[in-house]
C-alpha cells in the first residue's frame, strides 16, 4: 500500500488531536452537567468527547487508506474546527488561544486530506 505523505501527516496529526482533546474533556466530563464558572458548557463538552472517540475510529479507516476513513476524517475535522470557535469567541483569553490552536489544528488536518494524491508517472 502506498500511502501519501500529506495522509500520513494528517493522520497523526487527527490522533494527537483526539488524544489532546481527550485529555482536555475528560475532567469536564467527569463534573457533569452542573454549571462551573469559566468551564466551556456540557453540550460543547459532550460533542468533543464524542467526537475524539470517533476521530480514532476514523484515523484507522483514514491510515488504511479506505475512502469511508478518509471522507469521514474530513467531516470529524470540520466538527472539530467548528466546535472551537465558540471558544474564539466567548472564552477567556487562554482558552481563546486553544480555541484557535484548535480551529488552525482541524483546518491543516483538512487541507491535509484534501491535497492531490501524486499519481506515478507510467514509462
Do not use: D
Given at each position: 500500500?502506498?500511502?501519501?505523505?500529506?495522509?500520513?501527516?494528517?493522520?497523526?496529526?487527527?490522533?494527537?488531536?483526539?488524544?489532546?482533546?481527550?485529555?482536555?474533556?475528560?475532567?469536564?466530563?467527569?463534573?457533569?452537567?452542573?454549571?462551573?464558572?469559566?468551564?466551556?458548557?456540557?453540550?460543547?463538552?459532550?460533542?468533543?468527547?464524542?467526537?475524539?472517540?470517533?476521530?480514532?475510529?476514523?484515523?484507522?479507516?483514514a491510515?488504511?487508506m479506505?475512502?469511508?476513513?478518509?471522507?469521514l476524517?474530513?467531516?470529524?475535522?470540520?466538527?472539530?474546527?467548528?466546535?472551537?470557535?465558540?471558544?474564539?469567541?466567548?472564552?477567556?483569553?487562554?482558552?481563546?488561544?486553544?480555541?484557535?490552536?484548535?480551529?488552525?489544528?482541524s483546518?491543516?488536518?483538512?487541507?491535509?486530506?484534501?491535497?492531490?494524491?501524486?499519481?506515478?508517472?507510467?514509462?
Amino acid at each position: 500500500m502506498n500511502r501519501p505523505q500529506s495522509y500520513t501527516i494528517a493522520v497523526v496529526l487527527l490522533v494527537l488531536f483526539c488524544l489532546l482533546s481527550l485529555l482536555f474533556e475528560l475532567p469536564n466530563l467527569a463534573r457533569g452537567a452542573a454549571p462551573v464558572e469559566g468551564a466551556p458548557p456540557f453540550v460543547l463538552v459532550v460533542i468533543n468527547f464524542t467526537l475524539a472517540i470517533l476521530g480514532f475510529v476514523t484515523a484507522y479507516g483514514a491510515w488504511r487508506m479506505q475512502k469511508w476513513g478518509v471522507v469521514l476524517a474530513i467531516v470529524v475535522a470540520a466538527l472539530g474546527l467548528l466546535a472551537s470557535l465558540p471558544a474564539i469567541i466567548f472564552a477567556s483569553p487562554s482558552l481563546r488561544l486553544l480555541g484557535g490552536l484548535g480551529v488552525v489544528w482541524s483546518a491543516a488536518i483538512i487541507v491535509l486530506f484534501l491535497r492531490p494524491v501524486p499519481h506515478p508517472v507510467s514509462a
